[in-house]
Nanobody, 123 residues
Framework: QVQLVDSGGGLVQAGGSLRLSCAAS????????MAWFRQAPGKEREFVAA????????NYADSVKARFTISRNNAENTAYLQMNSLKTEDTAVYYC????????????????WGQGTQVTVSS
């Protein structure tokens, strides 16, 4: 049974940093692209960042480029999202996702999802 467990969310002031983690089990982690999506209240879930199974390819939404960094540790079956210079508009529930693809930016490309972790950025 595949399980993705998101963690690391919390309350932070604007300009601060957080690091999200996604611990995977029940799959061959190194065969999967990993991604982070987020959903703010009243809005659709949107792409944030993705990393290929070998970490050779990383993609970011324009809104987070130069502030967020996605990474992975295949030996520990864990993906990360380092978020710096956080803004109030980054407030959302963040979801990690795993897909048996090279790398993707669309929700339908990912078949396994975490439960989400809340990130709240105060002004």
């Amino acid at each position: 049974q595949v399980q993705l467990v998101d963690s690391g969310g919390g309350l932070v002031q604007a300009g601060g940093s957080l690091r999200l983690s996604c611990a995977a089990s029940g799959l061959t982690f190194s065969n999967y692209a990993m991604a982070w999506f987020r959903q703010a209240p009243g809005k659709e879930r949107e792409f944030v960042a993705a990393i290929s199974f070998s970490a050779g390819n990383r993609n970011y939404a324009d809104s987070v480029k130069a502030r967020f960094t996605i990474s992975r540790n295949n030996a520990e079956n864990t993906a990360y999202l380092q978020m710096n210079s956080l803004k109030t508009e980054d407030t959302a529930v963040y979801y990690c996702a795993a897909g048996r693809i090279y790398v993707g930016l669309k929700m339908y490309e990912y078949e396994h999802w975490g439960q989400g972790t809340q990130v709240t950025v105060s002004s």
